[in-house]
């Protein structure tokens, strides 16, 4: 009887060591798997997060590659994002220039589920031709074309007023003294009138094959290309031409 006693005992034992070695089992298959199908941790290198904003301004600013350079302020750090299709986004601000001091927002998804982002601050320099001066130029000087040269000089803002051609001021008159090498820009300089008020004039009438040359006087000074009052001194009658050069009118019949 007591050995009857005894095997079922050791059959109660062995039944609930098999249950437990069961549920050990199924617990350790569940958290396997829960390991197998949780998503990985991605890491985005700060140099990757450069690249992406780096590519994106050369993508979208108004510069040619060749002249800009950007600058990033401090080292960018890595971004720790879990999931398993992540793409990154950048953005930037309303109406950005594209030049000086600025900031862009790299944005991370993963199936258009926003995941976590980062700000990126960098300098953006831009390398623009400019006129400047060969020599000391006083106040009222007629430039001439050996008065001035074009360089390169790099930008952190936009500049106002620049002159990128050196044609563009030959025949003007300075504004004001200058140095050698100071940039000239647009409110520095004032066009020559091509025709002075109360001067002669020479009228030129024109129509197909037909040319007409007279002689007026010129009621107001006049700019190249400039509409004018001109008084005909044959028939001194008042008409309107326009300069074509110096002291020089043309009118069309």
């Not at 985005?44 to 510069?63: A, C, D």
């Not at 006083?138 to 050996?146: G, H």
């Not at 094959?209 to 001109?230: A, F, M, N, W, Y």
Request: hydrophobic share 40%; with cysteine.
């Amino acid at each position: 009887m007591k050995s009857n006693n005894n095997n079922h005992s050791t059959t109660r034992l062995l039944d609930h060591l098999t249950r437990s070695f069961l549920i050990a089992i199924v617990v350790f298959l569940f958290l396997f798997n829960t390991h197998l199908c949780a998503a990985p941790v991605v890491v985005i290198k700060g140099q990757t997060i450069e690249g992406l904003v780096r590519t994106y301004i050369e993508n979208n600013m108004p510069w040619p590659k060749s002249v800009v350079r950007v600058e990033f302020s401090g080292r960018v750090s890595d971004l720790s994002l879990t999931g398993k299709k992540i793409t990154c986004r950048v953005l930037s601000r309303r109406n950005e220039d594209f030049i000086g001091n600025s900031s862009f927002t790299v944005r991370c998804y993963e199936n258009d589920s926003f995941l976590n982002g980062k700000t990126v601050r960098v300098r953006i320099e831009v390398l623009m031709d400019v006129v400047v001066s060969t020599k000391s130029l006083p106040k009222n000087v007629r430039i001439n074309r050996d008065d001035v040269r074009l360089v390169k000089r790099w930008f952190n803002r936009l500049p106002s007023n620049i002159i990128s051609n050196p044609d563009a001021v030959v025949g003007m008159k300075l504004r004001t003294n200058i140095k050698p090498n100071t940039e000239i820009t647009g409110n520095m300089v004032r066009s020559i009138p091509m025709v002075k008020r109360g001067k002669p004039v020479r009228i030129v009438f024109e129509n197909g094959p037909i040319r007409i040359t007279t002689i007026g006087l010129s009621e107001q000074d006049g700019l190249h290309g400039e509409l004018i009052k001109v008084r005909n001194v044959s028939s001194k009658n008042m008409i309107y031409a326009r300069v074509t050069g110096n002291s020089l009118v043309k009118v069309g019949f």
